[in-house]
């Protein structure tokens, strides 16, 4: 996974251009050279990969340069592999990079060249690498721990995990947490320091304190640059309580008469816990409470795997719309579970997944508009836009920030008209960080491919990026990828944000990353990602961007 990112990052890192709607000139002669002029690379153990190198290309000359092959070779060109990010044209003064990764498959020297082809001259870069005699050696005890069943609410015994290391070289590791879809269920506590030496061992102690009941998992991984990286052990637990399931969250009423009644609309709501489930109250609430009845077949106790339903008739007393919820009280939370109430047309806000061309810079661009509002405009070079749209009937307005891989370049808003399952026509305008402000029309057709319901489970499974990375996407939406060279560990979620149609939110989290990408560690990317069934494998495509540093995060994988 890591390994697509990289290769994402370094292919639009053109430096000394402005990030939207450069221009170039053909005149003049390009002159090209490459910096550094050779890499040597230091592996654990054969077959183990190491963090990338970069080397720049660049262009001092006033004619546009362009790269026009890169190539490896030597007696040991196998052992090393190239990450392309030199495929714009360079105008005077800008530069891109290539990344170097090595995998020794021998011990020993191993020696390549990487050949650059250019419209100037040929360029070479000098490659050396071979095994370190010296490494630190981890290793997790545990592999597996069972933290047993726990009332919700409730804290476990503690228990521990040792780790080890038992090489010959110091061990650096950062910081320990769990991870995966049930990681906040579980807490942890440890003595390890930031290095553990050769030949030491450190305690990783664990409670659980399920949130919600029913089975969990999460794992404790250790990774970083030693012999048995990743270290391992999966976390298991109970959790024991009720748990209220509605059959929907809100309830829509089309336009009716003062003193009529609606036809009536019911919901079932199930105890999907593995405890017994005690309703203290369901009621109306709102401002227009009064303006619905509601009935029920509720119980005071309802029984694991059991249901009930709850019936709403609206009956409005005045003209206009109304809004109001459906209040459930009981063992299963502190808080009341709220169902919405709709009538008189007040209806979700329209979304969809939109095609077309970012105008201020001409490159194609996909839309993403999500009933809560949230949008995300992915251009095909990487850059995103991301933000807020209000929709009010056939109205758009947008607030959105612009950012690409190296930090948030600027501003943007969007003014203008969209179809429901037709068309966006809006005014796009682009505010840099410094500058004057860029604009142009902005065309978007709706792709109705994209019009189906969501359900985390038509995203589940395995799936490979173009760099042979893979992402593992679990039914229950948590996203995981380890990339083998740099030990980089992505974990996420992926959540219904539209049931309406084929979007989802994401959430991405990154830890033990190496080299250009050890500034998202600690960070968190937040996005959108759609479903493309159109070929002849389902693809997922991601977009996301952190707060801190401001990375924009772009992912296409197709399912294995």
Avoid at 7 to 17: D, L, M, R, S
Avoid at 366 to 386: K, M, P, T, W
Avoid at 501 to 526: E, V
Wanted: aromatic share 6%.
């Amino acid at each position: 996974m890591v390994a697509v990112l990289r290769c994402i990052i370094v292919a639009i890192a053109i430096v000394g251009a402005p990030v939207l709607g450069w221009s170039q000139t053909a005149a003049g002669t390009p002159v090209a050279a490459v910096s550094p002029s050779s890499l040597t690379f230091s592996a654990l153990e054969v077959g183990r990969g190491t963090p990338s190198q970069s080397v720049t290309v660049s262009n001092s000359g006033d004619g546009q340069l362009r790269v026009t092959g890169v190539t490896l070779a030597g007696p040991a060109a196998s052992d090393f592999s190239v990450f392309n990010g030199c495929r714009l044209v360079l105008s005077k003064n800008q530069r891109c990079v290539i990344a170097v990764g090595f995998k020794p498959s021998a011990a020993g020297t191993r020696e390549a060249a990487l050949n650059i082809a250019t419209s100037d001259k040929a360029l070479s870069v000098k490659l050396s690498g071979s095994v370190s005699s010296t490494a630190p050696k981890i290793a997790m005890s545990p592999a597996t721990l069972s933290l047993g069943s726990v009332n919700v609410g409730s804290t476990g015994t503690a228990q521990k995990i040792t780790l080890t290391n038992s090489g010959n070289a110091e061990f650096s590791l950062g910081g320990v947490r769990a991870s995966g879809g049930d990681a906040l269920d579980f807490q942890v506590k440890t003595t390890c320091e930031s290095k553990l030496a050769a030949g030491k061992t450190c305690d990783i102690n664990l409670t659980f304190a399920p949130k919600s009941p029913g089975d969990k998992s999460a794992s404790i991984t250790i990774a970083g640059e030693a012999i048995g990286s990743p270290a391992t052990t999966k976390l298991s637990g109970t959790g024991v309580g009720s748990k209220l399931v509605a059959s929907t969250l809100r309830l829509a009423y089309a336009e009716q008469a003062n003193g009529t009644q609606s036809t009536p609309q019911s919901v079932t709501l199930s105890n999907g816990g593995n405890a017994s489930l005690r309703f203290s109250k369901i009621s109306l609430a709102g401002s227009h409470a009064a303006d619905f009845i509601q009935s029920n077949t509720c119980n005071s106790n309802l029984a694991p795997g059991a249901n009930c339903a709850v019936t709403v008739t609206y009956k409005p007393t005045a003209e206009g719309p109304k809004v109001a919820s459906l209040s459930v009280t009981g063992n299963f939370g502190a808080a009341p579970f709220l169902i919405a109430l709709f009538a008189d047309g007040k209806k979700p806000m329209q979304g969809g997944l939109w095609r077309g061309k970012d105008p201020v810079s001409g490159k194609g661009m996909l839309a993403l508009i999500a009933e809560n509002g949230s949008s995300h405009y992915l251009r095909e070079d990487g850059v995103q836009y991301f933000g807020a749209s209000l929709i009010s009937g056939e109205k758009l307005e947008a607030v959105l920030s612009v950012a690409s891989i190296e930090a948030v370049q600027g501003s943007a808003r969007i003014s203008g008209a969209i179809k429901q399952g037709a068309s966006i026509a809006a005014k796009l305008t682009y505010t840099p960080k410094s500058g004057s402000a860029q604009s142009g029309d902005l065309a978007l057709a709706f792709d109705a491919l994209y019009k189906k319901p969501s359900a985390r489970d038509k995203v589940a499974g395995n799936f490979k990026t173009t760099g042979g990375a893979t992402l593992n996407i679990s039914a229950s939406g948590v996203v995981f990828s380890q990339d083998a060279a740099t030990g980089c560990v992505i974990n996420g979620a992926v959540t219904l944000i539209d049931s309406r149609f084929n979007a989802y939110g994401l959430k991405l989290s990154f830890t033990s990353c190496k080299g250009s990408l050890s500034n998202l560690n600690t960070t968190t990317a937040f996005g959108l990602m759609t479903l493309d069934d159109s070929g002849k494998a389902p693809r997922i495509v991601m977009a996301a961007q952190t707060l801190r540093p401001g990375y924009a995060v772009s992912i296409t994988a197709d399912r294995q």
